[in-house]
């Protein structure tokens, strides 16, 4: 299973989405970050001005009574009491704690006194904590509240603490506030609507993405499938010239390109029709001038020098001319229109056998694609006695095979035989054949085609033609 697309739309839609949750998920971890630390610091402050406010209600209350308010101004997570000895001991205060000594000064209102600050981010203090009616133990344990007598049982879920901290202040009279507090983190609560907003941010980002992706890659893919119809010889209208500049300039230059072109070969064709209608009148000339030669022998070189010249001069402008034509470009069968060539020349009393296939659809022209299947069968019949033709497909193509039973060709001149006018001398009797253009015509064709001819030895002895033309691409 392939994970990352091949298209480009599917490229930058899978790239940029890779990028909007790397970039959610950082600002996610920062914005999770950033509440703890509010959180806890928030936690702090309250907990230093609460045990501000508490320490001086303490020094102007009895002795008698400050453990009992004490006691009282206690809860779940913050316990306050009133001892001779103090719960932080001398060398408790460490370099860092000094900006918490700091700040309780400033919420007491008084620098002459004792602080001693004991700070612990991992929860240990719990373990010096004694029970409380309702707290939550060390890692989080629940406890229910009970009676005073009866032993704590832990229940529900855990939670880490935030931070702990433990505080002892000296009063006049020489006792100490101790505080012992736990502070949790924030509960998960905040979650649900966040991440909504995510997932509401994503998909509108995502939505937006791929239309604008869609608006760049499609005038692409109109350009790939005008240059592959260009390619084939097919005749395409101007493309519209829209989506970004740098697309609008890539298309801007291919329709110009492709009027140059189709101007190129009209006004060659009609440069090679004049010069097809002058040569025909001066060849006619000299052949009804030929007819008064009284010499027989030497009018019938000249006549035979003639129509050699005839024949070559409409075989080249039949060359010239299948680089462009007015027939257009249709659906075709091929297998169909290989079969019936086959069978047309079967007909005439050539040895062929063609094999049976299914439809196989390609984009071309139906009587240019003839004129190549009829020369290719031809030439097997002729040089090597019989034709066997198989078409099937492979990997997007149509794959035409003719194979005889001739000497075939030399590796070192199957390309040359597809130049103009060349013949192997030792495999071709000139008195058999044409004058050495049948394949530059037939390779023109199909090149012209999008697909393209190669000659090869078959395994039995004999030449094999294979002949690939691209599949129709439905729209």
């Known amino acids: 299973m392939r994970i990352w697309p091949r298209t480009l739309a599917g490229q930058l839609v899978a790239g940029i989405l890779a990028a909007l949750v790397v970039a959610q998920l950082a600002t996610f971890a920062i914005f999770v970050d950033e509440r703890r630390m509010a959180a806890r610091a928030a936690a702090r402050t309250q907990v230093l001005q609460r045990s501000a406010a508490v320490f001086r209600l303490l020094e102007n209350t009895p002795a008698a009574l400050a453990s009992r308010i004490a006691g009282e101004s206690s809860d779940e997570w913050i316990r306050f009491t009133v001892s001779d000895a103090a719960a932080v001991g001398a060398d408790g205060a460490r370099p860092r704690d000094w900006a918490l000594r700091r700040s309780f000064q400033r ?4 620098d002459n006194v004792e602080i001693r600050m004991d700070v ?9 904590m004694p029970p409380m009616p309702f707290r939550w133990g060390r890692d989080g344990d629940e406890y229910e509240r009970r009676d005073d007598d009866r032993r704590e049982q832990p229940r529900k879920r855990r939670l880490r603490p935030a931070f702990g901290l433990t505080l002892s202040i000296g009063m006049q009279d020489g006792r100490w506030m101790n505080v012992e507090t736990l502070v949790t983190p924030p509960p998960p609560s905040w979650a649900v609507p966040t991440l909504s907003m995510v997932g509401g941010t994503a998909v509108v980002l995502v939505i937006i ?3 604008l992706v869609r608006r760049v890659t499609r005038p692409l893919a109109q350009l790939a499938s005008a240059a592959e119809s260009l390619g084939r010889g097919a005749d395409t209208a101007p493309l519209a010239e829209e989506g970004p500049l740098d697309i609008r300039r890539t298309t801007e230059a291919f329709n110009r390109m492709q009027e140059r072109l189709q101007r190129f070969v009209r006004d060659r064709t009609q440069m090679l029709a004049a010069i097809s209608h002058d040569l025909r009148t001066p060849i006619t000339s000299i052949r009804l001038r030929a007819e008064f030669i009284e010499d027989a022998e030497l009018r019938d070189r000249i006549i035979a020098t003639l129509a050699e010249m005839q024949r070559m001069t409409e075989a080249t402008l039949a060359f010239a001319r299948e680089d462009v034509t007015a027939e257009p470009s249709r659906i075709v069968d091929i297998a169909a229109l290989v079969d019936s060539v086959a069978a047309d020349l079967a007909d005439t009393g050539m040895d062929i056998a063609c094999d049976p296939a299914e439809r196989i659809d390609i984009t071309g022209r139906p009587d240019a694609l003839k ?3 009829r020369n290719l069968i031809e030439n097997a019949v002729a040089y090597g006695q019989r034709a066997r033709v198989a078409i099937s497909t492979s990997q997007g193509d149509a794959i035409i095979t003719i194979e005889d039973d001739g000497p075939g060709i030399p590796e070192a001149a199957r390309e040359r035989v597809f130049e103009p006018f060349v013949r192997l001398e030792e495999s071709r009797n000139r008195e058999t054949g044409g004058i050495g253009l049948g394949l530059a015509i037939a390779r023109t064709i199909v090149r012209a085609h999008g697909g393209d001819i190669a000659l090869d030895n078959a395994a039995g002895g ?8 691209p599949l129709d691409i439905p729209a």
Do not use: N
């Not at 612990?120 to 010096?128: E, I, N, P, Q």
């Not at 004999?462 to 033309?469: E, F, K, S």
């Open 107 to 110: 919420y007491l209102g008084r």
């Open 120 to 128: 612990d981010t991992a929860g240990g203090l719990v373990d010096r």
């Open 209 to 211: 993405v791929i239309v």
């Open 371 to 373: 004129r190549v299947f």
């Open 462 to 469: 004999g030449l094999r033609v294979t002949v690939t033309l």
